[in-house]
């Protein structure tokens, strides 16, 4: 098969929902330096500002959102929560390993609290906090039931986003994603393309291992580097789940 430019492997700008778990086995990575503090400095992640009991009836709050459903008191989320803590899942010592049913379920009691429809009625300032925190409650449950998402999501905490220009640098596993990317683009059947689908799932399990070591060991350079490899992996899988349709410029 003529082998496609190099540039055909890299992955698209933005990628469809993981069907991947964290939940495997880890496996144990050479011991290797923590990385030097970012430059933005850690932030304070152990515990937000958000009160523990309700400022206007003194009821004690259900949620860790601050919002009184005895007296309809909501204020804004904090800026220093993370979504970690809105989902009730902890960030240290590891913000990688979620219990993604744990969340889920987590998530479905917030939005008993602060769904819109629940404020209905209320005054316009409180129906507007509501959709906001409603918005922001379901977009911490889309960043952190996603591998990907998840290490993005913590990498840009922790001072290392990932932009949209960089690449990866190794050269095997660049040529491995190319290489499995033009089987998929050449196959003619569904068992040819489930083949590579299977080969690449192994190597997706190998990286989420390795990034969950190096999250736990806050080695933030080095899980960077493995976070751009899941994303190329992720595109892999991405091309096999569309296919025979290729996907579009916008994936």
């Not at 069907?19 to 990385?35: H, K």
């Not at 850690?42 to 919002?67: G, H, N, Y």
């Not at 799932?201 to 976070?227: F, S």
């Amino acid at each position: 098969m003529f082998r496609r430019a190099l540039t055909a492997a890299l992955p698209r700008s933005s990628f469809a929902p993981s069907r991947l778990s964290s939940s495997s086995p880890r496996r144990v990575l050479p011991a290797a330096p923590c990385a030097a503090q970012s430059p933005l400095g850690r932030r304070s992640l152990a515990t937000a500002s958000a009160p523990r009991s309700c400022p206007q009836c003194s009821a004690p709050l259900t949620t860790p959102l601050p919002v009184c459903t005895k007296c309809y008191w909501i204020s804004n989320i904090p800026g220093d929560m993370t979504y970690h803590e809105m989902l009730g899942t902890p960030y240290e010592p590891n913000p990688f390993v979620v219990d993604t049913a744990a969340i889920k379920r987590q998530l479905r009691q917030l939005q008993t609290v602060v769904h819109p429809d629940r404020w209905v009625g209320k005054e316009r300032e409180k129906q507007d906090a509501a959709a906001v925190m409603s918005s922001r409650v379901n977009e911490a449950l889309h960043r952190l039931s996603n591998p990907l998402r998840r290490v993005e999501y913590i990498l840009q905490r922790e001072g290392y986003p990932i932009g949209e220009s960089e690449n990866l640098e190794d050269p095997e596993v660049l040529m491995e994603t190319m290489e499995m990317r033009e089987e998929i683009e050449g196959a003619e059947s569904k068992e040819e393309v489930e083949r590579v689908r299977a080969t690449n799932a192994e190597k997706v399990e190998e990286t989420m291992q390795e990034i969950t070591e190096l999250v736990g060991r806050k080695d933030w350079p080095a899980a960077k580097v493995a976070a751009i490899k899941l994303k190329y992996l992720q595109g892999i899988e991405n091309a096999a789940a569309a296919w025979p349709h290729p996907l579009g410029s916008d994936h």
